[in-house]
């Protein structure tokens, strides 16, 4: 059993609106059938989603707020607008147009945050006490609770 959503159309649940045909009404069944194009959706909830008016506000907000030591909000604005992120800029359609560079850019931000972090890591974890040398011991976390007397419960 289907689970409805109160105040939407079954048609525009499943995110596909009929195209009616030039006398306003449904085409028949007699002549040649084309499907009409999937509509297009600035969010991943579909016709659940945010109108289109609240959108680029909402991709803006986002896309601010990642640079407040939050890009993991870059992230999550690539993730929501994915549509307008995987649809083509030449093919998008217009609606998109003032949603697309927030969220293009959220898509470079995350990714130069991702590949700092990674890197960060990755220099911390291969380079170790040969990279750092005996300032190393002064870095690590576990040699801080030796110092401190903290480990000395656990066994």
Same mark, same amino acid.
């Given at each position: 059993?289907?689970?409805?959503?109160?105040?939407?159309?079954?048609?525009?649940?499943?995110?596909?609106?009929?195209?009616?045909?030039?006398?306003?009404?449904?085409?028949?069944?007699?002549?040649?059938?084309?499907? %009409?194009?999937?509509?297009?959706?600035?969010?991943?909830?579909?016709?659940?989603?945010?109108?289109?008016?609240?959108?680029?506000?909402?991709?803006?907000?986002?896309?601010?707020?990642?640079?407040?030591?939050?890009?993991?909000?870059?992230? #999550?604005?690539?993730?929501?607008?994915?549509?307008?992120?995987?649809?083509?800029?030449?093919?998008?359609?217009?609606?998109?147009? %003032? #949603?697309?560079?927030?969220?293009?850019?959220?898509? #470079?931000?995350?990714?130069?945050? %991702?590949?700092?972090? #990674?890197?960060?890591?990755?220099?911390?974890?291969?380079?170790?006490?040969?990279?750092?040398?005996?300032?190393?011991?002064?870095?690590?976390?576990?040699?801080?609770?030796?110092?401190?007397?903290? %480990?000395?419960?656990?066994?």
């Amino acid at each position: 059993m289907e689970a409805r959503v109160a105040g939407v159309p079954e048609d525009e649940e499943s995110g596909l609106l009929p195209r009616p045909s030039a006398a306003g009404r449904r085409p028949s069944s007699r002549g040649p059938r084309f499907p %009409s194009p999937p509509a297009a959706w600035a969010t991943v909830d579909g016709p659940l989603g945010l109108p289109l008016e609240e959108a680029e506000g909402h991709a803006r907000r986002f896309f601010l707020w990642g640079f407040a030591c939050l890009p993991f909000l870059w992230a #999550i604005n690539c993730c929501y607008f994915w549509p307008v992120l995987r649809s083509p800029a030449a093919s998008s359609p217009a609606a998109f147009g %003032s #949603i697309r560079p927030y969220v293009v850019r959220s898509a #470079i931000g995350f990714t130069i945050f %991702s590949v700092v972090l #990674i890197t960060w890591a990755t220099t911390f974890i291969v380079g170790g006490e040969r990279l750092f040398g005996p300032g190393w011991n002064d870095l690590v976390m576990y040699n801080v609770a030796d110092k401190l007397g903290l %480990s000395g419960f656990m066994g």
